[in-house]
């Protein structure tokens, strides 16, 4: 099964910030790995894919790269309505795996 | 637009079977294209993938819960279901359904459309 390990856990900025969330795993996805956004009481929605493509919808700060082991998710100025627990998941594999989840803060 | 929407009972007794069903509208459950999954979410914790069908009734498990697990596709229905027995409080979740792909590229391939989440208690 493959882990997918994300930190930090909780990131605590502003409005107008950078943000930057990582998501390793315990061997090669290529590039397999998507990142959600969830919001308080709301189901997870798909922001990025295959590691670096916007969902539909998706503004363009919100930026994924990375490949194999390691990756990257960057908000570049932060909105009010980018604070929310963003998870990785992984489909190189079954079973699909999830990270454990970071928590973007006000 | 495809939607998803998981009903059953939001309370069960440890020891007891847990069986949920996820309605698709919009959509065919039948599509060769696609898989259906659950998903859940423990009270303030992360995603767990419980398991996934296809429509020919070809399923994946979780290995953690494949003992307890089944999941079932009803073709005529458009729903397929999930079932979890000896369930305890560490089952209590919100439950998603939601579709992914199977033949597929891109962002099909991920779990692009999710039901809302029906939360089960498991308690006596």
């Known amino acids: 099964e493959i882990v997918l390990t994300q930190s930090p856990g909780t990131l605590s900025l502003s409005p107008g910030e950078r943000a930057t969330l990582s998501c390793r795993a315990s061997q090669s996805v290529s590039t397999y790995l998507a990142w959600y956004q969830q919001r308080p009481g709301q189901a997870p929605r798909l922001v990025i894919y295959d590691a670096s493509n916007r969902a539909t919808g998706i503004p363009a700060r919100i930026r994924g790269s990375g490949s194999g082991t390691d990756f990257i998710l960057t908000i570049s100025s932060l909105e009010p309505e980018d604070f929310a627990v963003y998870y990785c998941?992984?489909?190189?594999?079954?079973?699909?795996?999830f990270g454990q989840g970071t928590k973007l803060e006000l | 637009q495809l939607q998803l929407q998981e009903s059953g009972p939001g309370l069960v007794k440890p020891s007891e079977t847990l069986s949920l069903t996820c309605t698709v509208s919009?959509?065919?459950?039948?599509?060769?294209?696609?898989?259906w999954g659950w998903i859940r979410q423990p009270p303030g914790k992360g995603l767990e993938w419980i398991g996934t069908i296809y429509y020919s009734g070809t399923t994946y498990y979780s290995p953690s819960l494949k003992s307890r697990v089944t999941i079932s596709v009803d073709t005529s229905k458009n729903q397929f279901s999930l079932k979890l027995s000896s369930v305890t409080a560490a089952d209590t979740a919100v439950y998603y359904c939601a579709r992914h792909g199977a033949i597929c590229s891109g962002v099909t391939c991920y779990f692009e459309y999710w039901g809302l989440g029906t939360p089960v208690t498991v308690s006596s």
């Open positions: 919009g959509g065919s459950i039948s599509s060769s294209t696609y898989y």
């Open positions: 998941q992984q489909r190189s594999n079954w079973p699909y795996t």
